[in-house]
């Protein structure tokens, strides 16, 4: 494509929770990719501790060259308390601006259990929303750590992403 400047950035995102430890007197959902997952635990986190939807807002925020989720929704401050992070998400993308266009999200969750092959649907349908892209555009995979570390033994679940923005 002689002549004509291709634009692509990158970004990586890493989030990690701590299961509501039992009889701690915490009563958590489970939330991933804006599904509430039947399980006995929820994660521990000053919003609803999605670590799926952290992980790609992260990775969008990176992309973008901008600060982490952290310095846009501190968990100091009350008005993220219990916050639902797929709205958080879409206004990261907001943020992000029109500069940009999702080309494509990919994001791996780890954990022993639960298993989430049969919500990866609706979490990619949740995601597409938020970004303003068809679900297409979206992975989502879980994996084990094979009972290794912390999310091996059951101590709370792991999420990495990665994005890739496209300049218009």
């Not at 959902?29 to 670590?51: M, N, Q, R, T, Y």
Request: net charge negative.
């Amino acid at each position: 494509m002689r002549g004509t400047k291709l634009s692509f950035r990158v970004g990586l995102g890493v989030d990690v929770h701590a299961f509501a430890i039992d009889g701690a007197g915490v009563e958590r959902k489970l939330v991933l990719g804006g599904v509430e997952i039947p399980f006995e635990k929820g994660l521990l986190g000053h919003s609803d501790a999605d670590v799926l939807a952290h992980a790609v807002t992260d990775a969008l925020l990176g992309a973008a060259g901008l600060e982490d989720i952290g310095h846009y929704f501190p968990d100091t401050d009350e008005r993220f308390k219990d916050a639902d992070s797929i709205e958080l998400l879409r206004e990261v993308r907001g943020i992000v601006g029109e500069t940009w266009e999702v080309a494509n999200v990919d994001v791996v969750v780890i954990c022993e259990r639960p298993k989430i092959r049969d919500h990866r649907d609706e979490m990619k349908r949740n995601l597409a929303v938020a970004l303003g892209v068809e679900p297409s555009r979206i992975g989502v995979r879980g994996t084990t750590s094979e009972r290794l570390g912390f999310t091996g033994r059951g101590e709370g679940i792991a999420a990495q992403a990665v994005c890739l923005l496209e300049g218009r």
